[in-house]
């Protein structure tokens, strides 16, 4: 089993930052791969930005520019930096890890962007 902790939301004013981290725990060697997805009220859950191993990174295109992934295999740790935040960016955001066979999803951290 792995699990699959996020941290780092909150309420920020529009134009600030915020960087989630996601740290991953229990029967894991390394990450090969690391998922943010996000949903915002109301809304179905959508892909945010990946990254692999080997450094390999996509972005929504409403992130790109703004958002970066980045990920410690020394630590398995993963971050998402979040720029220019702007109100259509309020979602819950989680982290997703594919790992031998299985899929594993952490909990969920609230970011809010409002004046």
């Known amino acids: 089993q792995v699990q699959l902790v996020e941290s780092g939301g909150g309420l920020v004013q529009p134009g600030g930052s915020l960087r989630l981290s996601c740290a991953a725990s229990?029967?894991?060697?390394?990450?090969?791969?690391m998922v943010w997805y996000r949903q915002p009220p109301g809304k179905e859950r959508e892909l945010v930005a990946s990254?692999?191993?080997?450094?390999?990174?996509l972005y929504a295109d409403s992130v790109k520019g703004r958002f970066g992934i980045s990920m410690d295999n020394a630590k398995n740790m993963g971050y998402l930096q979040m720029n220019s935040l702007k109100p259509e960016d309020t979602a819950v955001y989680y982290c997703?890890?594919?790992?031998?066979?299985?899929?594993?999803w952490g909990q969920g951290t609230q970011v809010t962007v409002s004046s």
């Open positions: 997703y890890v594919p790992y031998r066979s299985m899929n594993y």
């Open positions: 229990g029967s894991i060697f390394s990450l090969n791969r």
């Open positions: 990254m692999s191993r080997s450094g390999s990174a």
